[in-house]
Nanobody, 119 residues
Framework: QVQLVESGGGLVQPGGSLRLSCAAS????????MTWYRQAPGKERELVAT???????RYAESVKGRFTISRDNTKNTAYLQMNNLKPEDTAVYYC?????????????WGQGTQVTVSA
């Protein structure tokens, strides 16, 4: 079994920063990609940032220049550093990992962590 655990969400004022973590554990041979998504109330889930095993990185236009995704392969952990946060960044942030679990390549989701940007 594979588990993803997110942490680091919370309440922050506009202009503030937060750092999210996503730790994968269990039967993991290798991780292909780790991606952060978010879902605001009444809106569809959207991709925020993704990083592959080859360190290729892609960001949503709305977060370019403010968010930075990184990963620590030794810890099977991905991070999302969020700076200059805006109220429109308020959402539940989910981590997704595509990985080889010794049987096949499959995608897994974390439980989500709430980020609220408000004065």
């Amino acid at each position: 079994q594979v588990q993803l655990v997110e942490s680091g969400g919370g309440l922050v004022q506009p202009g503030g920063s937060l750092r999210l973590s996503c730790a994968a554990s269990g039967s993991i041979f290798s991780i292909v990609a780790m991606t952060w998504y978010r879902q605001a109330p009444g809106k569809e889930r959207e991709l925020v940032a993704t990083i592959t095993s080859g360190t290729n990185i892609r960001y949503a236009e709305s977060v370019k220049g403010r968010f930075t995704i990184s990963r620590d392969n030794t810890k099977n952990t991905a991070y999302l550093q969020m700076n200059n946060l805006k109220p429109e960044d308020t959402a539940v942030y989910y981590c997704n990992a595509v990985l080889n679990n010794y049987n096949n390549v499959a995608g897994y989701w974390g439980q989500g962590t709430q980020v609220t940007v408000s004065a």
